[in-house]
Structures are given as C-alpha cells and as structure tokens.
Nanobody, 118 residues
Framework: VQLVESGGGLVQPGGSLRLSCVAS????????MSWYRQAPGKERELVAR????????NYADSVKGRFTIFRDNAKNTVYLQMNNLKPEDTAVYYC????????????WGQGTQVTVSS
C-alpha cells in the first residue's frame, strides 16, 4: 500500500489549496479514506473522512463549510479542497486508509506541509 500526497504550500489567509492523495497497492474503491493533520506541538487530528463510494463524508467542526473531501475512484485519488484558509490550518496534512488483509491495518502517506501566513 502506498499513499502519496501533494498540493501543499504557502498561502495567505483567505486563500485556497487543493491537496491530492494518489493511492496504490490495494483496491481503492473498496475503502474509506481520510485526511488528518498535525500542527507543531499538537496531536494528529482527523480533518475529513469519505466512505468508499464517495456518498458519505464527515468533517471536523473546525473545517466544516470551508473544506471539502472528495474522491475519484477511477484515478485512485482522494482530494481535500481547502477554502478560506486560516493561520490555524497550518499543519502537515496526511492521507490515511485502513484496509483488510486478514486483519485491519492503517496506512499513512508521508504528509504535505500547508502553511497559512501573510
């Protein structure tokens, strides 16, 4: 299983970024996908989750109405559209999945840095 994130960078407050996570090594369309983030000195937290079909999502309260998670199962890719970014969104963002191969196992990407600053 491999998860590769991209799309991070430096953006001003109020700006937008779209993160991408390309998955390989498992049957992507069968599994839920999530985005997490970890800010310096803080614990990693769930940002958004999307079910395997893409028909259901949930979000952390802090990003509701600003972030959108969506997926393209034909491209084995999950996205996080982030609008109206705030300085407190600054963090390393990680893509994560949990797959079954005789037992549940979590897989993480390497992370992509998002910095919101003027």
């Amino acid at each position: 299983v491999q998860l590769v994130e991209s799309g991070g960078g430096l953006v001003q407050p109020g700006g937008s970024l779209r993160l991408s996570c390309v998955a390989s090594g498992f049957n992507f369309r069968n599994y839920d996908m999530s985005w997490y983030r970890q800010a310096p000195g803080k614990e990693r937290e769930l940002v958004a989750r999307i079910i395997s079909t893409g028909a259901g999502t949930n979000y952390a309260d802090s990003v509701k109405g600003r972030f959108t998670i969506f997926r393209d199962n034909a491209k084995n890719t999950v996205y996080l559209q982030m609008n109206n970014l705030k300085p407190e969104d600054t963090a390393v963002y990680y893509c994560k999945t949990r797959t079954w191969t005789g037992g549940w196992r979590d897989y993480w990407g390497q992370g992509t840095q998002v910095t919101v600053s003027s």
